[in-house]
């Protein structure tokens, strides 16, 4: 049985591809915070039985990182890690406005809290395993022709380019690094609390993102696509 970490599961796009996962027959690993309403997880939990594991960890608290990385059994390795948990951040999205507390929530969960888990967690991916991490359209540096959302944006360049540096990095390991873009989905952050629409749903995004992840994953490549296989420029 092939087994994949799904970090960010509670809700939204996490808990959908957790769902995706475990229905064609995965090992799934998902985490959730501590102060998570737990309740859809533990639906999946009741349905899959033992090919739901479901850990908590906090990407923001080193603490948390610390414990959960401590509490993976040791037999335990991964075909896949997929770091899924992110934010959007403030509604302002503004460096003029952004204080030190709102930067801190940000860039550790979108940009840095990945990729220090990603490097702790690298002798649990396997050789040839496949590292994604959900990316944005908005992190492409040259398809920023309007200007606008700064903060969000640069959260997710950064992520994009400290995941280049884990491919160049462990190309020993023969590692395939994916950022992928789920489409702009209707979630609690593509709806921004349910406020604007999004442009397609949590379904038809997951579907994509499984297809593609599926297509590309042990391809020893580092691909920035979106959910229709669409390669985005940098
Ligand atoms: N929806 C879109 O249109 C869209 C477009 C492009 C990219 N994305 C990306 O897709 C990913 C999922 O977004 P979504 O739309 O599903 O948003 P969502 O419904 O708001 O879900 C975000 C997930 O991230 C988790 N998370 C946030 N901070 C965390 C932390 N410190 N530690 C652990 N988990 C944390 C949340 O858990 P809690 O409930 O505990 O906060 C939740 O499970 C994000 O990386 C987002 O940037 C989304």
């Known amino acids: 049985m092939r087994s994949i970490l ?4 509670d809700k939204g796009l996490g808990l959908a591809l957790t769902r ?3 229905d064609n ?10 102060t998570d309403d737990q309740q859809e997880i533990n639906k999946l939990r009741e349905a899959f039985g033992g090919a739901l594991t479901v850990m908590f960890l906090d990407t923001i608290q080193n603490d948390s990182v610390v414990t959960f990385c401590e509490k993976l059994p040791e037999s335990t390795s991964f075909d896949i890690i997929y770091m899924n948990a992110g934010v959007w951040g403030p509604l302002h999205q503004s ?6 507390a709102e930067l801190h929530q940000l860039f550790m969960t979108n940009t840095i809290g990945p990729i220090r888990l990603a490097r702790r967690l690298m002798d649990r991916l396997k050789d040839r395993g496949t590292l994604c991490f959900m990316s944005s359209h ?15 944006r640069a959260s997710k360049a950064g992520l994009n380019i400290m995941a280049r540096g884990l491919f160049s990095e462990f190309n020993r390991k023969n590692i ?9 989905v209707a979630t609690e952050m ?8 999004a442009e397609i749903s949590v379904a038809e995004s997951i579907d994509g993102v499984y297809a593609v992840v599926l297509r590309n994953m042990e391809s020893k490549k580092n691909l920035y696509l979106d959910y229709k296989n669409m390669e985005w420029a940098w």
């Open 176 to 184: 395939t690094v994916l950022h992928i873009h789920p489409g702009w």
């Open 6 to 9: 799904i970090v960010g599961t």
């Open 20 to 22: 995706k996962f475990l």
């Open 138 to 152: 908005r992190g492409s540096v040259d398809r920023n022709i309007e200007g606008g959302l700064e903060l969000y």
């Open 95 to 100: 460096a003029a406005e952004v204080t030190d």
């Open 25 to 34: 027959d995965w090992r799934v690993t998902a985490t959730v915070r501590e």
């Open 190 to 197: 593509g709806t921004l609390d349910g406020t604007v629409s």
